[in-house]
């Protein structure tokens, strides 16, 4: 079991839950066996949630994309994990050149405060936008800080990046900025306003 269901009481009391919607749909990944772990790391709990500060931030941007892209959604892979599921990544990463990939379980991942989404868009017939890469993809090619490098060498097609600054805009017009080496990671606040004065699921 994981700190999901022994904790459920408490964290339907402390995060918001995002459910399918027409602008809203959830493939949490770690609740299945395709992921960087190849386990299915949730046991099967696939809900997602956020905190409450995040959750009326990506709700503007549902509504913005409602309006604007009529014929996408957001494709969410994660949200809310807990730290003892931080600590397992962390630990399974050590050692290898991916490690700065994970946030150490200590003062901990904005993840396991609710104040994270791992997230793309597809359209509603479910075709996810070609991003340049997949989630969970370790190689530079992933990191919007090196994007200009990769549309220069070919790697990063003018379309690719025209999909993930679509995808920037929408979540950084509502506040949320993107982690510099993954494009699919958003903070909804940075983390000296998080740590220490926010929930944490453990």
Known sequence: MTSFVNQIAWIEENFKEIKPSAEVFLDMKYATNDNFMNVDIYKGFDRCFISTVAYEMFMKACTV???????LQFLIWDALRPRSIQAQFYDHL?????????????PGSLHNFGMAMDLSL????????????GFDDFRDLAQPKLEQYFLQSGELTEAQLQNRLLLRSLMEDQGFKVLEHEWWHFNALPKDQVHGKHPVLE
């Open 65 to 71: 994309l409602r309006e604007k892209h009529p014929d």
């Open 94 to 106: 050590a050692g290898t050149p991916f490690q700065s990939y994970v946030a150490a379980p200590y």
């Open 122 to 133: 597809q359209t509603k017939s479910g075709v996810p936008l070609d991003m340049g890469t």
